[in-house]
Every structure is written in structure tokens, then in C-alpha cells.
């Protein structure tokens, strides 16, 4: 067996704690920029035989797709056997449709780009709206990690009298699940949205919430707006301070530093994206996963 987990600098950490069950060498990927800009990634050459895995959270896609891209070209030329992808967070699934005229529908056009690199796709809990299956955007092998089990533990263990609570109809899926697993309460809210900054959130049922810790579930947390607007209404409860669980702790801007302020007891995310709220590991399952697609991908040795 000759694996090799190629991380992005970024997620060197992540790399760090799935390595070992994945029986894979790491062997990190340099990306430097040169003054005008321009990427220069430099790889391992000893790929001869090798089935490579190139981990990156795609938060900051579009500076990473060409850098991507040259990193699986080069891992070819340098004769790796097979090459996938880890994206602990898969961007471009907004998109999926063209809202108003002349949109460009970006969700597939990203994924003709990445199958054009990689002979399988890993990701976790990829946010999909009109679009059902992962599968059905891809021509490669395609697989997802959910990181509810993970989050269910972490609330039990540390919120035990934690009622959970989706901002919106979307998180529906998640916080279902987690509820389930953990055996807690929750309430789902409504949401109506105006425009990319400007977000409205129904009122929580008080008797569903009192005497209990609230637990506010995302599985992509951005702006942090439905959030702010979620923790107004928590206010006129006389709760106790809620905690915030992102799966994938996105934070554009000044989101993070604005939910800090907000009267949030803690912020805790998944480690699909390097944060300093990272709190939940999800190794081990991404671990089982890209094993077996790596496994899988040695039957159909010839790359895209």
C-alpha cells in the first residue's frame, strides 16, 4: 500500500489527525505566490505508484481552484497511480440554479472542473438545496461524511440539558438528526431572507425552550445574520446563554468577532475548516471514508 495524504497548508492540522488510520505518509503541499500573484506549487516527486489524496477545505475557492489544479496535474506527472480530493468543505453548491437572468449556474460548471482533475471527491455534509445527491453533479466516485454522530456526541457530553434550535427550514436536516442521536429537544424556526446581509427569523416557542441550555445548529454558518437574528429573539426568554455548533464555521468578515459579542456562552465548529472555534474532529470518519474510495480507485486506475 503506497498512500499519500497531500495537505494544503491550511490543513496541515487536519491532515495530522487522520494520517496514521488512513495509513497514508503526508507529504504537505508548498503553494507560494510569486510577486505578480501567481501561484507556484511544488510537490513531492516520489509518486510513482502512489494513490494520492490532496486535502483542502474549499472556503476560499476561488483563490485555491488553479493551485488546485496544478497540484493534481503534477501529482500525475510525477506517476501517482490515482489522485482524489478531500474538501472537508465543498464551495460552489449555492449556485445550483440561474435565479435571475444571464447567472451563470455555477454548482455544475465547479463540478466539471474538479472531475476534470480527480479520479473521487470526499466532502462532509455538502450543503445541498435543489440538487439531492452529491452524485448526481459528478461523473467521478463521490462520497460525504456526516458530521452529525460527532456533533451529537460533543452536545451530550457537554450541553446535557441543551434544547436545540435550527435557525431556518434548511437546517431542518441537521438538527433533526442531531436530535435524534443525542436524544435532546429542538425546535426549528422560520426564516424569511431579503437580500445577502438582511434576514428575518421567526420567535422560539417559549414552553419548547424554558429550563434549558439553547444549542443554535448551522451547518454553514457566513454571515452570521440569521444567527444575530436568532439570539435577538433568545433574549426577551431569559435564557441562559446559548452556545452556537457550526459544522462548517464559514465566518465571512467580521462574523465571527460580531457572534462573539452577541452574549453567545461558547462558538464551537467542526474542523472542516480551520478556525480557532474548532472543537468537534471529524478525522476519523473522514479517515474511513477516503480509505475506502482510495481502495475503490485502485480498481479503475485510469485518471481523468
Known amino acids: 500500500m503506497n498512500r499519500v495524504l497531500m495537505p494544503f497548508p491550511a490543513d496541515a492540522a487536519l491532515a495530522g489527525t487522520f494520517a496514521a488510520p488512513l495509513q497514508a505518509r503526508v507529504s504537505p503541499v508548498g503553494w507560494r505566490h510569486f510577486p505578480d500573484g501567481e501561484s507556484l506549487v511544488t510537490l513531492d516527486d516520489a509518486l510513482v505508484g502512489a494513490d494520492v489524496a490532496i486535502l483542502v477545505s474549499l472556503r476560499h475557492a476561488d483563490a485555491l481552484a488553479l493551485p488546485l489544479l496544478f497540484a493534481a496535474r503534477t501529482a500525475r506527472e510525477f506517476g501517482a497511480r490515482s489522485v482524489g480530493l478531500i474538501a472537508p468543505y465543498l464551495g460552489y453548491m449555492r449556485q445550483d440554479t440561474r435565479f435571475n437572468p444571464g447567472e451563470a449556474v455555477s454548482t455544475p460548471l465547479f463540478a466539471q472542473f474538479l472531475e476534470e482533475a480527480f479520479d473521487w471527491l470526499l466532502t462532509v455534509d455538502p450543503h445541498l438545496h435543489r440538487v439531492e445527491r452529491l452524485q448526481s453533479l459528478y461523473r467521478i466516485p463521490t462520497a460525504h461524511v456526516s458530521a452529525t454522530p460527532a456533533v451529537a456526541r460533543w452536545i451530550a457530553e457537554t450541553v446535557p440539558d441543551a434544547v436545540l434550535i435550527g435557525p431556518d ?21 422560520a ?6 446581509y438582511d434576514v428575518r427569523v421567526s420567535l422560539p416557542d417559549p414552553q419548547a425552550v424554558a429550563g434549558r441550555t439553547p444549542v443554535l445548529i448551522d451547518d454553514i454558518v457566513s454571515s452570521g445574520n440569521t444567527i444575530l437574528e436568532t439570539l435577538a429573539h433568545l433574549r426577551r426568554l431569559s435564557l441562559p446563554p446559548p452556545l452556537l455548533v457550526a459544522i ?8 465571527y468577532t460580531r457572534l462573539q459579542e452577541a452574549g453567545l456562552a461558547r462558538i464551537v465548529s467542526t474542523d472542516t475548516i480551520a478556525h480557532p472555534s474548532n472543537a468537534i474532529a471529524l478525522g476519523a ?8 474510495l482510495m481502495t475503490a480507485s485502485t480498481d479503475s486506475p485510469e485518471g481523468p
Request: glycine residues 6%; hydrophobic residues 40%.
Open 169 to 189: 427550514s434548511e437546517s431542518l436536516q441537521w438538527v433533526e438528526d442531531i436530535a435524534a442521536r443525542s436524544g435532546m429537544p429542538y425546535q426549528v424556526l
Open 191 to 196: 426564516k424569511e431572507r431579503y437580500g445577502d
Open 248 to 255: 462548517h464555521p464559514v465566518f465571512a468578515g467580521d462574523a
Open 285 to 292: 470518519d473522514l479517515a474511513a471514508a477516503a480509505s475506502s
